[in-house]
């Protein structure tokens, strides 16, 4: 196994996961089996109950972990499918430790950071690089491990003291280590001192960069990255520079450009590892494909809006998969995308007292979308925001995806509007709600009292149910009769209810296995009028975007009949 640790200096945020995921990408693309770790130094056990205004979305894998966003770009540019222990934090770490020191494991001993802490981050990092996470089943050969924060923290001191020792335990020629670092341009001059003051303080911890990519939002100049090498002791194809692109997408194609493998293959002797042609065949089309779409991108004039209408639009982050999921759409769609970013309760009547302005900015940007999306979400604010923007939506027969929170807000306004019970809401917003007119209700299976991992949460069955062929939903999805899809929630369409909504239209065409949970709805004469309960934006990818945001996007642009016609979506992509 190559272990590639990936960290940061200078400051956080500057783009690690993206360039962690690029560069397990060029090592799939020499035909080796990838997989990744992310390190998140904070207490939480897992992401699941951290704000998405502070923290970013929090990403939901196949077994129902709550977890980190990098690992969804782990997913999706490496095609893999990952665990709740692929996402190591101080929390789980700490709780193990502490479990087995109350078993009696460590009898006799005092407990301690070094060694038992670090040698139990070196125990879970070597058992989990080996679980397989690919279609070959097979265990990965390279590992990238994802150190959060920057190097420095008080939080991930024993992290770095593990990855320290770590070397050593699995030899030098098994690891390497890049370190992503900050060239600011001030008054036109691209700085280095901040890079040599990162590197000098990752050293004096006993760690060495074999590689040092430098962030910038200019391109590098030669003088620069000469300068790097000399006063941070490397040589010059040890310096990678990352300008600022035009979708993070070229970011692989940058790497590449810069021969970043050959260092790393000389380093790690990968031509010892490498030794399947089939495989190095499989990579080299992996390349092409991804420089394809990529450029193919680039090229495309045509524009579609998309009006995002939720409540943490001040954090794009907090909507990373489904932004992603919006590009691989619209990349498939042959659109630039454009989305207008609502925040849901400036569309509130409140507002209009408030700030008339952004009242009327909000209702500007939803009127001008070729589509809508509510996505997911938790609490009260902005709900009837939202449930404006889709009234406005079913009314005037703009394409509408909800998810999630999304599909809960399209049913509450049917059911006031369409039904004719102007006062159902969901018993999320109001916790007193009358039991038999309330949209949406909570699961009768989820814990009310712990909130942490107690959620219907990871990938679940949605069976289309007998007469939905006519679905476009289903249409886009191949005419599959079953779809497994990744979840994230306590509340679900009443049961009481159902028979009313369908009756007025509303068809719920998607179910659980049992048949009584409502997974997705679908509204026939409508241009496309779709909602899921489950979390497709979780496993879009480039080659193989989620499909009902493919249905969106394509129906935002007016090409959905000829996407569904012309296109094969029974294809999986191949990589
Ligand atoms: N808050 C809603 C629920 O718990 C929706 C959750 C979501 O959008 N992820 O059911």
Same mark, same amino acid.
């Given at each position: ?93 700490? *709780? ?26 070196? $125990? ?26 920057? %190097?420095? $923290? ?49 050293? *004096?911890?006993?760690?060495?960069? $074999? ?9 590098? +100049?030669?003088?620069?990255? +000469? ?37 790393? *293959? ?135 995806l909800g998810v999630c929170l999304g599909l809960q807000i399209a049913v509450i306004e049917f059911v006031r509007n369409v039904v004719g019970i102007p006062e159902s809401t969901s018993m999320e917003f109001d916790s007193k709600a009358n039991e038999d007119t309330a949209s ?73 296995? *049992? ?14 009028? %779709? ?45």
């Amino acid at each position: 196994m190559k272990y590639v640790v990936v960290s940061g200096g200078v400051i956080s945020g500057i783009g690690k996961g993206v360039l962690a995921s690029s560069t397990g990408l060029l090592f799939k693309t020499l035909g080796l089996r990838v997989t990744s770790i992310k390190i998140d130094p904070y207490m939480n056990i897992d992401a699941g109950t951290m704000s998405p205004l502070e923290h970013g979305e929090c990403f939901v894998l196949n077994d129902g972990g709550e977890v980190d966003l990098d690992l969804g770009n782990y997913e999706r540019y490496l095609n893999i499918t990952l665990t709740r222990n692929h996402n190591i934090t101080t929390g789980k770490i700490y *709780s193990h430790v502490i479990e087995k020191e109350r078993k009696g494991d460590y009898l006799g001993k005092t407990v301690q950071v070094v060694p038992h802490i670090t040698n139990a981050i070196q $125990d879970w990092i070597e058992r989990v690089a080996k679980i397989p996470v690919d279609a070959s089943g097979e265990e990965p050969e390279v590992c990238i491990i994802e150190l959060g924060g920057t %190097v420095g $923290d008080i939080e991930s001191a024993p992290f770095v003291e593990a990855l320290r020792q770590f070397q050593f335990r699995v030899g030098t020629d098994n690891f390497a280590l890049i370190h992503v670092s900050l060239v600011p341009v001030i008054h036109g001059e691209q700085k280095t001192k901040p890079t040599q003051a990162a590197i000098k303080d990752l050293r *004096s911890l006993g760690l060495t960069p $074999d590689m040092i990519a430098c962030r910038c939002s200019k391109e590098l +100049e030669g003088a620069t990255i +000469e300068k790097i090498g000399m006063f941070c002791h490397v040589g010059r194809e040890q310096v990678i520079a990352v300008h600022d692109v035009n979708s993070t997408y070229h970011v692989p194609l940058l790497l590449k450009e810069q021969k970043m493998m050959k260092y790393l *293959s000389r380093k790690l002797n990968l031509n010892d590892v490498i030794t399947n042609p089939k495989n190095v065949e499989r990579g080299d089309r992996l390349m092409t494909k991804w420089r394809n779409i990529t450029t193919a991108h680039d090229q495309s004039h045509e524009t579609v809006t998309i009006a995002l209408v939720g409540k943490y639009t001040n954090l794009k982050d907090s909507y990373l998969s489904v932004i992603k999921a919006l590009e691989h759409s619209s990349m498939r769609c042959h659109r630039k995308l454009r989305i207008e970013w609502v925040e849901s309760s400036n569309l509130e009547e409140g507002a209009r007292e408030e700030n008339l302005a952004n009242y009327h900015q909000a209702w500007h940007s939803v009127c001008q979308a070729h589509g809508i999306l509510v996505p997911g979400g938790f609490g009260t604010r902005g709900t009837e925001g939202m449930i404006a923007a889709a009234k406005y939506a079913r009314e005037n027969k703009i394409p509408y995806l909800g998810v999630c929170l999304g599909l809960q807000i399209a049913v509450i306004e049917f059911v006031r509007n369409v039904v004719g019970i102007p006062e159902s809401t969901s018993m999320e917003f109001d916790s007193k709600a009358n039991e038999d007119t309330a949209s949406v209700v909570y699961m009768p299976d989820v814990d009310q009292v712990n909130l942490g991992g107690t959620m219907r949460l990871g990938i679940h069955s949605t069976k289309f149910v007998a007469n939905s062929e006519w679905s476009k939903l289903r249409k886009l999805y191949g005419g599959e009769e079953e779809v497994w899809e990744r979840h994230r929630h306590r509340y679900e369409v009443n049961p009481k209810l159902i028979k009313d909504i369908e009756a007025k239209g509303l068809k719920f065409i998607g179910r659980d296995e *049992s048949g009584q949970r409502m997974e997705i709805f679908e509204l026939p004469d409508h241009p496309f009028y %779709v909602a899921t309960q489950y979390h497709p934006e979780y496993v879009s990818k480039v080659l193989d975007p989620s499909r009902p945001f493919l249905g969106l996007v394509a129906a935002a642009a007016g090409t959905l009949d000829a996407v569904i016609e012309h296109n094969d979506l029974k294809m999986k992509a191949e990589f």
